[in-house]
């Protein structure tokens, strides 16, 4: 149980186009989802967290307007870049909190490498 | 400062020895610790997870908490090259706040 999807697992676009990021949980409904950014030997960093019905609240120095976060149902939540550039380029991950669990329980998907040219 | 350090390692051990892995953090709020495991170029998957102080123990794997050091360990018994991987830290305060990850620890089991 308790399995989280991601679509697609890698992508390559050119700068200046948009990409879009799902994230389903399979088998539970997730209140909440979190949409986080990994580099090279370094931590996660979460972008935001989105609540299903509500806007995304985002994490200090991301940018809202270029990460487009949408939650509009207990299994699904995209992330859609805009804009991107080559400094977009990273692994994006996000993960979901069951709606029955405790605050710190979240599992994650198996990631998405994005790759701006 | 950083509210969590964790050596990023790498860590090369032989087959069947016992690994241990650990996190300090600043924030003396943490009540909920977690250590997940990452396989390369995939998502976190939750490994354990511990309140407050104390062990606790899931097969080959045991997780220390001590809140008075705010210090917090994992440990691998009789460790295999399947356990390869990254192993990261997390912890927030409880209810719905902010989970906070270390850096992850990248652990390498020689056959």
């Known amino acids: 149980g308790a399995v989280v999807s991601q679509h697609p697992s890698r992508v390559i676009c050119k700068s200046g186009t948009s990409v879009k990021i799902e994230c389903r949980s399979l088998?539970?409904?997730?209140?909440?989802m979190f949409w986080y950014r990994q580099f090279p030997k370094q931590s996660l960093m979460l972008m935001a967290t989105?609540?299903?019905?509500?806007?995304?609240?985002?994490e200090q120095g991301v940018e809202k307007d270029k990460f487009l976060i949408n939650h509009a149902s207990l299994t699904l939540s995209t992330l859609t870049v805009t804009s991107a550039h080559p400094e977009d380029s990273s692994f994006y991950i996000c993960?979901?909190?069951?709606?029955?669990?405790?605050?710190?329980?979240?599992?994650f998907g198996p990631g998405t490498r994005l790759t701006v040219t | 400062q950083k509210e969590v350090e964790q050596d990023p390692g790498p860590l090369s051990v032989p087959e069947g020895a016992i690994v241990s892995l650990n996190c300090t953090y600043s924030?003396?709020?943490?009540?909920?610790f977690m250590w997940y495991r990452q396989y390369s170029r995939k998502g976190p998957e939750l490994l354990m997870y511990?309140?407050?102080?104390g062990n606790k123990e899931d097969g080959r794997f045991t997780a220390q908490v001590d809140k008075s050091s705010k210090y917090i360990s994992l440990f691998i018994r009789d460790s295999q090259p399947s356990d390869s991987a990254t192993y990261l830290c997390?912890?927030?305060?409880?209810?719905?706040?902010?989970?906070?990850f270390g850096t992850g620890t990248k652990l390498q089991v020689i056959p």
């Open positions: 993960s979901a909190r069951p709606a029955s669990q405790g605050g710190y329980e979240q599992y």
């Open positions: 088998d539970f409904q997730a209140t909440t």
């Open positions: 989105s609540n299903e019905g509500s806007k995304a609240t985002y």
């Open positions: 924030n003396s709020a943490f009540q909920y």
């Open positions: 511990t309140y407050s102080s």
């Open positions: 997390a912890m927030n305060s409880g209810g719905y706040q902010k989970v906070t």
